[in-house]
């Protein structure tokens, strides 16, 4: 036994412990406005956050402390006051900033929730559907993904497809499946006025959030969202998305074929999926921990639970979706462009 390994190990467990318990918090100090109450930088006390945002100056002090000690906020002895830095503030109190992270304690604290349904699923295989879950992750699922697709989607995905962006400033139709709550199908509308969308999901309450924001969003008249299954949405598309979801489906090859099925002459299929390298030994850090942990819980869980229960997982990786791709009778299949969080490709009949 090599005690220094141990103990190494046992700092290790402790310090994810505390890293499970703080995504708790995270998630307490976003639903109380306790960052954006300290979003304008000044050093703040326990009594005057308290005050601030209707809470008790007791609790807010230990979560202050606990913020503090997990590196989220900063702290002055001399002043005993604390202060979140701008750089922080950007992540935890601004809904609108590419490097919001609200959205991912918010889904994976639910996520959590279900851990007595997976343990269950090890053993049956069956799985757990997505709409098995604590509502909350799908509203949280949307807030993460959000920031991405608001920084990413309309100045290069879209741009990264050949001839893509033209059809769409001219006028085309467009499904969004798996769309859930319709962020990206709203971000895509608010871009393209003279194009028309139409979202699918499976899950009729993401269906019917979907249709509420796209009337806030303005944009309800060329904006359609139903309830439908990958594999047997109607209609014909110059393109169709899928964002973030293929993954998750029980079935990608006969979702894969049904894209094909219902792409227009000359139509492009935009596929999104999480960051991977092809073999396990190469996402072996910190985001294919998020993405392998995720995939657990949410991903391979929702597959297992639907017919055929491929369960590709969230980091299945270039080569395996290419394979699905061309099986589904794709001749033209590229990885158009990339961020360090998700692989777009471009797949043409």
């Known amino acids: 036994m090599d005690e220094a390994k141990l103990e190494s190990f046992v700092h290790k467990a402790l310090g994810d412990i505390g890293s499970a318990l703080t995504a708790s918090l995270v998630v307490i100090g976003d639903k109380l406005g306790l960052y954006r109450a300290m979003a304008n930088g000044q050093p703040v006390n326990a009594a005057e956050l308290a005050s601030r945002t209707a809470t008790t ?53 639910a996520a959590m929730r279900a851990a007595p349904k997976v343990e269950n699923a090890f053993r049956t295989g069956k799985g757990v559907g997505w709409h098995e879950h604590d509502p909350e992750l799908f509203v949280g699922v949307e807030r993460f993904f959000r920031p991405g697709y608001n920084a990413h989607l309309i100045t290069e995905w879209i741009p990264a497809l050949d001839g893509v962006r033209a059809k769409l400033e001219r006028g085309a139709r467009v499904a969004d499946v798996g769309c859930g709550h319709g962020a990206s199908t709203i971000i895509m509308a608010k871009a393209f006025p003279r194009s028309t969308f ?11 959030s979907a249709r509420a924001r796209a009337k806030d969003a303005g944009v309800s008249n060329r904006v359609d969202f139903q309830v439908a299954a990958a594999k047997d949405y109607p209609g014909k598309y110059d393109l169709v998305a899928y964002f973030d979801c293929l993954h998750d489906m029980g079935d990608p090859l006969g979702a894969a ?43 391979t ?18 080569s395996r979706l ?28």
């Not at 139409?198 to 993401?206: A, I, K, R």
């Not at 002459?265 to 921990?289: I, M």
């Not at 394979?323 to 043409?348: M, S, W, Y």
């Open 57 to 109: 100056e007791r609790s807010v002090r230990e979560w202050l402390s606990a913020q503090a000690a997990a590196g989220y906020i900063e702290y002055d002895a001399a002043t005993q006051k604390y202060r979140l830095p701008a750089e922080h503030a950007v992540a935890l109190a601004d809904e609108e900033s590419p490097a919001c992270v609200l959205g991912g304690f918010q889904g994976m604290t």
């Open 198 to 208: 139409v979202g699918f999901d499976y899950h009729q309450e993401s269906i019917e």
């Open 257 to 299: 074929k049904h894209v094909r099925e219902s792409l227009a002459p000359e139509g492009t299929w935009l596929l999104v999926e999480p960051y991977a390298n092809d073999h396990v030994e190469d996402n072996l850090n910190p985001l294919g921990r998020l993405f392998y942990s995720v995939s657990t819980l949410v991903c």
């Open 301 to 318: 869980q929702a597959s297992l639970a639907q017919e055929v229960g491929t369960a590709l997982g969230a980091q299945a990786g270039e």
């Open 322 to 349: 290419r394979d699905i791709v061309n099986r589904a009778g794709f001749k033209h299949f590229r990885r158009a462009t990339e961020t360090p969080f998700n692989l777009i490709f471009e797949a043409r009949a």
